[in-house]
């Protein structure tokens, strides 16, 4: 039959057939594979909430947690449980309970670069040893100051873990030239790069510009805590400030412009409860 130019279209070959054949799947692949969020994708930011150093008075935060629907990480000494000023076995537990996760922080709160190989092995391998006897499902590490050496990373790999926060690498106070999200997955597990410790002086607000401008960006961004009080030290927020950060967080999440996760959620992809 002639074609709209006057000619007769011939039948194609097999050959051609075949090639065409292969030109729709591969296009079909490409169009219809899914999408993977990234750390540099503007709109997927992922906020972790974290509390260190295993502080009694983090054990206010659980009721704030569990009305914003929101699940944090509890990074935790081994050799302070129970002892006066620190979280026991049992709130630990309960905490775990309620869906947060439990991390390890070295048995002692020690600085680890400079220790010996054989002492750095006893702080982050027994820490995790003595939490998984407590039944807890440990997986992710934080350092002590944030301070690290090749030994220490080696070792949290070598231990069991998933990953090591730092707590520095990340544009804030300390480094505005530094980039103001961790990418996700992280390049290095070993060594996820946060803001930096909280302090009380910095307030909601600061906090609140931190997370905007990290939304630039997407990618992870890791809020760390220690005490929970009034004015009780640097490294402290208020109750009632936390409840009104995480006010704010909620409607950030709500609006599906971040997602609150654990760092166990981030590093191994898991589905949000």
Known sequence: MPTESGFARRPATRRQQAALAFVVACLAAVLLSPVHVTGRHPGALVVSIEFDDTLADQLS?????????????????SGVLGRPGYLTVAQLRALASDGHEIGGHTVNHVRLPGLSAGEQRRQICDDRRALLALGFAVSDFAYPWGAHDSVSTALVRACGYDSGRRAGGLAFASCISC??????????????????????????PTIKALIRSAQQDGGWIQLIFHHVCDACGTYSISRQDFSTLLDWLAEERDAG???????????RGEVPR
Do not use: K, Y
């Not at 935060?61 to 509890?74: D, G, K, N, P």
């Not at 412009?257 to 590093?267: F, G, K, P, S």
């Open 61 to 77: 935060v659980r009721s704030i947690l569990a009305q914003h629907r929101m699940h944090a990480t509890f990074f935790v000494n």
């Open 179 to 204: 980039p103001r999200t961790e990418s996700i997955p992280p390049p290095d597990p070993t060594a996820t790069r946060a803001p930096g410790s909280l302090t009380r002086s910095q307030g909601v």
């Open 257 to 267: 412009r971040v997602a609150v996760l654990t760092v166990r959620q981030v590093i």
